[in-house]
C-alpha cells in the first residue's frame, strides 16, 4: 500500500484544516486507517484510527472533541478533520494503514505496516 498525506499548514490557533491520505496498490478497505504525529524532538504518538473491520473511531485524549476521522472506501481515501487547534497541535501528521482492529493495536504505531510520508501542520499561537 502506498499512502500520499496532504492538507498541512499554517494556521492560527482556534483555526482547523482538513488532512487527506490516499491509498494505492491494494485493497484499501481491509485496513484500519490511522493518524500519527510527531512534534520535534518528540516520539511519534498515536492520534486517530478508524477500524475496518467494525468502523468504530478511537482517538487520542488530547484530540477528543476537536478532531474527526473518517474514510471514503470508494475514493481510497482518509480524512482527519481539525478543528479548534492549538499550538500543541504543530507537528508532523502521518497517516498508516493497519490489519488490525483491535484497540489495544491500533493504538500502537509498530502495528501499522504502511505509511505516508507526512504533512506539517504548524499552529501559531
Known amino acids: 500500500v502506498q499512502l500520499q498525506a496532504c492538507g498541512g499548514g499554517l494556521v492560527q490557533a482556534g483555526g482547523c484544516l482538513r488532512l487527506?491520505?490516499?491509498?494505492?496498490?491494494?485493497?484499501?478497505?481491509?485496513?484500519?486507517m490511522g493518524w500519527f504525529r510527531q512534534a520535534p524532538g518528540e516520539e511519534r504518538t498515536f492520534v486517530s484510527v478508524?477500524?475496518?473491520?467494525?468502523?468504530?473511531?478511537y482517538y487520542a485524549d488530547s484530540v477528543k472533541g476537536r478532531f474527526t476521522i473518517s474514510r471514503d472506501d470508494a475514493k481510497n481515501t482518509v480524512y482527519l478533520q481539525m478543528d479548534n487547534l492549538k499550538a500543541e497541535d504543530t507537528a508532523v501528521y502521518y497517516c498508516?494503514?493497519?490489519?488490525?482492529?483491535?484497540?489495544?493495536?491500533?493504538?500502537?504505531?509498530?502495528?501499522?505496516?504502511?505509511w505516508g510520508q507526512g504533512t506539517l501542520v504548524t499552529v501559531s499561537s
Open positions: 487527506s491520505c490516499v491509498a494505492s496498490g491494494r485493497t484499501f478497505s481491509i485496513y484500519s
Open positions: 498508516a494503514a493497519s490489519p488490525y482492529y483491535s484497540y489495544s493495536d491500533l493504538t500502537s504505531r509498530v502495528k501499522y505496516h504502511y
Open positions: 478508524k477500524s475496518y473491520r467494525d468502523r468504530r473511531t
